[in-house]
């Protein structure tokens, strides 16, 4: 059965077909998906889908590029992070390209999920887009009080999967290592212990060859799995096995 580690289900683009969406997910060997608020609203909403559908588990934060509004918001997502299929704080972290929020308030917004995370004892789920070395430098920050997590949809070269490595966050693969242009992501994967690798969709985002351009949902993680096992030369069983036992040995609260 394959895993789904990060997903917005929430988003307008499910809002006409979600329940159709989901419940094909069963039948097609998706067993579980995490899906990841980026503010407020969603982060309630991916409450509400975990309760709803038993294979649906949440996470609930602010993402970088909601940031402005972090110290109104957080307190009610605090409130959020004890439910028991909350397994996670995030989407959180930096976006420098986009850079919808100032930068200066990011890094802010950022710190005080991860000071959540030491106060609930729970992982994050971390965006960093072109803001490596700070985002690098908060979760070396929090290495000492224990913090650890996802880097989600990861892009980035061996040598900084390396420092991701050693701070004991894990690394979670998407669509895009199917790309044709994916070479650094290849060498990434193919660097990547299988006991630290996730897959995840990001749907509607980022849909994987064959349906690159599509929009994306978790039962395209076959191809993404499929991908990876290609990459590490090891059966296809192999790497649910692991991708499986990895997702629970992060995300605690998942029964
Ligand atoms: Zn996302």
Not at 96 to 102: K, M, V
Not at 175 to 182: D, I, L, P, Q, S
């Given at each position: 059965m394959y895993i789904d580690a990060h997903a917005h289900y929430d988003d307008d683009r499910f809002a006409d077909d979600q329940a159709q969406v989901l419940s094909r997910l069963l039948q097609n060997d998706i067993s579980l998906v995490i899906n990841s608020g980026a503010n407020l609203e969603s982060s309630r909403q991916s409450i509400q889908l975990a309760k709803t559908y038993p294979f649906i588990y949440a996470c609930c934060g602010i993402h970088p590029h909601e940031a402005e509004s972090y110290i109104e918001d957080l307190p009610l997502i605090e409130e959020m992070l004890s439910h028991e299929k909350c397994v996670a704080i995030g989407e959180i972290g930096l976006d420098?390209?986009?850079?919808?929020?100032?930068r200066d308030i990011q890094i802010e917004a950022f710190r005080a999920h991860m000071d959540l995370a030491v106060k609930h004892q729970l992982p994050v789920v971390i965006h960093n887009r072109e803001s490596t070395q700070d985002c690098l430098e908060v979760v070396n920050d929090y290495r000492k009080d224990g913090v650890k997590g996802l880097f989600h949809c990861f892009s980035g070269s061996p040598e900084v999967a390396k420092i991701v490595l050693d701070a004991d966050y894990h690394i979670s693969i998407g669509?895009?290592?199917?790309?044709?242009?994916?070479k650094k992501v290849v060498e990434t994967v193919k660097y990547v212990p299988l006991d630290r690798l996730l897959t995840e969709t990001d749907s509607p985002y980022l849909s994987p060859e064959p349906n690159r351009g599509k929009r994306n949902n978790s039962s395209n993680i076959p191809y993404i799995v499929k991908k990876i096992a290609e990459i590490k030369n090891v059966p296809v069983e192999k790497v649910v096995k692991a991708v499986e036992q990895n997702t629970k040995e992060l995300f605690k609260k998942i029964k």
């Open positions: 420098y390209h986009y850079e919808n929020t100032r669509g895009t290592v199917t790309f044709k242009n994916a």
